[in-house]
C-alpha cells in the first residue's frame, strides 16, 4: 500500500516539470489522480503513462486564470471519485526581468495565474474539503519568496503572497479537518526553468547549479516526493508551514564554487 492509498488527489499544472512527476508520484503512491493543465495533448499522454504503470487519473483540460474552469475542476473530482482529498496547486507562470522592464501584461499573467488563479483553486478545494470531512492542501511557491533573486522580482513578490495565503487559509481551516502547507523548489529541471536560467547551455546549467550549496539543480520527482509525504496522513500534524526543497539555495551567502575563505 503507499502512503496516499484510497486518496482523491487534484494535481494543477500537471502537463510537465513538478506538476507531471507528481501526478506520477501520486498514482504510484495509490491516489486516484485528477489531473490538469491547458496543453491536452500533453495530458494524454501521460494519462496514457499512468494508466500503463496501473495507476488511476482522470484528466481535465482547464486554465486556471478562469474561475469556471477552476469549479469544473473540482466538480469532475467529485463527480468522478465522489469526494476530494487533496490537492496540489502547482500551475505557475514565470517571467524573467528586471522590474523596471516588466510589462503591465506581464505582471497581470503573473499575478493572475501565481495568486488568483491559487487563491480560487484553494476557495473550491475547501469548500469540497469542508463537505467531505477534510483534506490537504499543498501549493508550490518557490525559493524567491525568501530570498531576492535579480530578475524574478516580480514572480517572487506572487509567489510570498501565495507563501501569504497559505499560511492564512491554514490558520483559519486548522480546526476543520484541512491541512494547508506550501513548498519553495530552487531551481528544479523544468521548461520554465530551462527557458528562464538557460539550462540547456553549459553557462547556464552551471551558473544555476552554482546557485544550490549541493551545486546542482533538482529534479521535479525531489519535490514531488516532498509532496507526496505532505498529503499524506503521515504528515497529519504540519499545518502553515512553508518547506523548502531547494538545494539549500536560501541558506547560502556564496555561489556553491566560491573559492574565498569565510
Known amino acids: 500500500m503507499g502512503i496516499l492509498d ?9 502537463s510537465s ?3 507531471r512527476a507528481a501526478a ?6 495509490g ?15 501521460l494519462v496514457a503513462e499512468i494508466r500503463g504503470r496501473g495507476g488511476e487519473i482522470t484528466w481535465v483540460t482547464a486554465d486556471m486564470r478562469v474561475e469556471r474552469d477552476v469549479v469544473a475542476l473540482v466538480d469532475a473530482a467529485r463527480s468522478t471519485y465522489g469526494r476530494l482529498d487533496g490537492a496540489f496547486n502547482n500551475a505557475g507562470h514565470g517571467t524573467m526581468g528586471p522590474l523596471a522592464e516588466v510589462t503591465n501584461d506581464d505582471y497581470d499573467a503573473l499575478l493572475e495565474t501565481n495568486l488568483r488563479g491559487a487563491f480560487w483553486c484553494m476557495k473550491y478545494e ?9 483534506g490537504a492542501i499543498v501549493n508550490c511557491a518557490s525559493v524567491g519568496a525568501h530570498r531576492a533573486v535579480p530578475g524574478i522580482t516580480v514572480y517572487s513578490a506572487s509567489k510570498a503572497g501565495l507563501v501569504a495565503l497559505t499560511r492564512g487559509a491554514a490558520v483559519e481551516y486548522a480546526q476543520k479537518g484541512i491541512r494547508i502547507n506550501s513548498v519553495s523548489p530552487g531551481i528544479v529541471t523544468s521548461e520554465m526553468a530551462t527557458e528562464g536560467w538557460r539550462l540547456e547551455t553549459p ?3 552551471a551558473f544555476a547549479a552554482s546557485l544550490h550549496a549541493m551545486n546542482r539543480v533538482g529534479a521535479p520527482e525531489e519535490v514531488a516526493t516532498l509532496v507526496s509525504f505532505l498529503l499524506s496522513d503521515r504528515a497529519s500534524f ?12 536560501a541558506a547560502q551567502a556564496w555561489p556553491a ?6
Open 6 to 14: 484510497g486518496k482523491v488527489i487534484i494535481v494543477t499544472g500537471a
Open 17 to 19: 516539470g513538478i506538476g
Open 24 to 29: 506520477a508520484a501520486f498514482a504510484a503512491e
Open 31 to 45: 491516489a486516484s489522480v485528477v489531473a490538469s493543465a491547458r496543453r491536452e495533448a500533453h495530458g494524454r499522454a
Open 126 to 134: 475547501i469548500r469540497a474539503m469542508l463537505a467531505g470531512g477534510g
Open 203 to 205: 553557462e547556464g546549467a
Open 238 to 249: 504540519i499545518t502553515a508551514q512553508d518547506i523548502p526543497v531547494d538545494g539549500g539555495f
Open 257 to 262: 564554487n566560491y573559492g574565498g575563505g569565510g
